[in-house]
């Protein structure tokens, strides 16, 4: 099983700042690694596919990159309404696509 | 627009069996397929199968395999998850989500909550 590993685990950063979030594959999944956005009581919301690519309506302030083992989302500005716990999923062995146990923003 | 909705929370003794249904709309059904995610409350999310569309491809979790049935219903574009001999450690929210094979899930259901107590 692909393993995935996020860090920080809790992230606490200002509004306007720029947040960093990683995302490290106990193998290579070469580039296709998604990033999901929770809010509480919500379900997750796709962000990133296929390492950078943004899915439909997500705002141009979440980049993400990387490719092998090593991942990147990228928040250049944060908005009030982007705290939220974010996860990172595999999908080179889909269909067992494993996530990563998540990294909180939290509000500074 | 794309939609999936679930059904709605379920309350079950342990040694029953669960079945959530995930009705989808807005988008061709075919191509598709619907995977299931579950999340333990505070915790993370945990892929659990995948069927096809038209039901004739099936994928599960080895920590599922031997407890979960995947179906779907091609002419109500929905699908359906069903869990059997539940413990108490299956309370969860439940999601399906749709995905092309191959594919990171894009669309998710809102979830159902599944309770498992004596």
């Known amino acids: 099983e692909i393993v995935l590993t996020q860090s920080p685990a809790t992230l606490s950063l200002s509004p306007g700042e720029r947040a960093t979030l990683s995302c490290r594959a106990s193998q290579s999944v070469t580039g296709l690694v998604a990033w999901y956005q929770q809010k509480p009581g919500q379900a997750p919301r796709l962000l990133i596919y296929d390492g950078s690519n943004r899915a439909t309506g997500v705002p141009a302030r979440f980049s993400g990159s990387g490719s092998g083992t090593d991942f990147t989302l990228t928040i250049s500005s944060l908005e009030p309404e982007d705290f939220a716990v974010y996860y990172c999923?595999?999908?080179?062995?889909?269909?067992?696509?494993?996530f990563g146990q998540g990294t909180r923003l939290e509000i500074k | 627009q794309v939609q999936l909705v679930q059904s709605g929370p379920e309350v079950k003794k342990p040694g029953a069996s669960v079945k959530v249904s995930c009705k989808t709309s807005?988008?061709?059904?075919?191509?598709?397929?619907i995977s299931w995610v579950r999340q333990v409350p505070g915790q993370g999310l945990e892929w659990m199968a995948w069927v096809s569309a038209n039901n004739i491809k099936t994928y599960y979790a080895q920590n599922f395999q031997d407890r979960v049935t995947l179906t779907t219903d091609t002419s109500a574009t929905t699908a359906y998850m069903e869990l059997r001999s539940l413990r108490s450690d299956d309370t969860a929210v439940y999601y399906c989500?749709?995905?092309?094979?191959?594919?990171?899930?894009?669309?998710w259901g809102q979830g159902t909550l599944v309770t498992v107590s004596s």
């Open positions: 999923q595999q999908c080179f062995n889909w269909p067992r696509g494993t």
């Open positions: 989500a749709r995905n092309l094979r191959g594919s990171s899930p894009d669309y």
């Open positions: 807005g988008y061709d059904f075919s191509p598709y397929g």
